[in-house]
């Protein structure tokens, strides 16, 4: 009885859950705020991005997506080349959010 | 401070400067589907230009300037913004602009087909900003000319995104055809996140006042 009842919970806490995923891309040409809007811009126009910082300190451009929504590898390289810029590395990290 | 307090002092100056005489800016790019209003009052005349950006390499502009210092005359027309060569490094950025436009100049009752080009190249760090650009003008009778610009800048401190962006530069003019063939303009730049402002006083005693805001 109670190893299916914490089954249960467990299915309820896993099925309320969903995975969000922090992308960190490495930029060069980074140099201004523009540069830095420019990049912002075009990636808050992205359904999949939640949230997006630049730091132009560290030439890195960090992005979370939603929760179980993604972005490859080729769109956010194709994404910071149309704002004019060139990724010269992509890092993952898989976060696990609260479904909405 | 606040993003938005500090956006509208800017905006604020900006306006209230507009009539003042002032010169050259930023990128006549931005990214696909940004919009870009650039206003320059300096010794030269009053320039307005609105950019929209359709490709990472190309810009569409509506340009009108009225000239002063030499033949005062009004130029109006749509312009094209071409990037030709850029480069991304790690700690800095290379670019080569074209600007070329067409359109009709004004002086009196005399109206003549005008074009004119230039070549923009700049590179910058975040502490060092280096500028030249070439330009040929040509309004009929009105004016056949070329004129020449060149700066240099730098900034007092390594400023990020959300800070306050300061430069401090200094803007040579050559113009052959003008009252003043050569004239030096010190300036202070400032911008934040879209928004940008510069003010300066030329030797030939000109104030210089420009703004660019990008949306």
């Known amino acids: ?100 | 401070m606040d993003s938005k307090f500090i956006q509208t002092i800017i905006f604020a100056v900006s306006i209230a400067g507009a009539g003042f005489p002032a010169s050259a800016i930023a990128k006549p790019l931005s990214y696909p589907g940004g919009t870009m209003v650039m206003q320059e009052n300096d010794e030269t005349g009053h320039t307005l230009s609105l950019d929209y950006t359709v490709t990472p390499k190309y810009a569409v502009a509506i340009y009108a300037k009225k000239e002063s210092g030499g033949d005062d005359y009004t130029t109006v027309g749509p312009q094209i913004n071409t990037l030709i060569k850029r480069w991304n490094l790690p700690d800095g950025q290379g670019n080569i602009f074209n600007l070329t436009g067409i359109g009709v100049s004004h002086e009196g009752s005399d109206n003549e087909f005008a074009a004119w080009t230039s070549l923009l190249a700049d590179y910058e760090t975040r502490r060092i900003f280096v500028s030249y650009e070439p330009r040929i003008m040509y309004a009929g009778g009105i004016d056949k000319s070329f004129s020449q610009r060149g700066r240099v800048g730098f900034a007092p401190y390594l400023a990020n995104y959300e800070d306050l962006n300061t430069w401090f530069m200094v803007q040579v003019d050559h113009h052959p055809k003008k009252d003043d063939t050569f004239v030096v303009t010190p300036l202070v730049r400032l911008f934040y996140k879209t928004t940008l402002v510069e003010a300066g006083y030329s030797s030939n005693d000109h104030l210089m006042f420009n703004w660019q805001l990008q949306f």
């Open chain 1, 1 to 100: 009885m109670r190893k299916l009842l914490l089954t249960f919970m467990a299915l309820i806490v896993f099925s309320g859950s969903a995975y969000a995923e922090t992308i960190k891309a490495s930029v060069n040409g980074l140099v201004c705020a523009f540069c830095a809007t420019a990049i912002e811009k075009t990636f808050k126009a992205q359904p999949a991005v939640e949230t997006i910082k630049v730091d132009l300190e560290t030439k890195l451009v960090t992005i979370t997506t939603k929760p179980d929504q993604n972005l490859d590898d080729e769109t956010v390289k194709k994404l910071i080349t149309d704002a004019g810029y060139t990724i010269t590395g992509i890092t993952r990290e898989e976060t696990n959010e609260p479904a909405e």
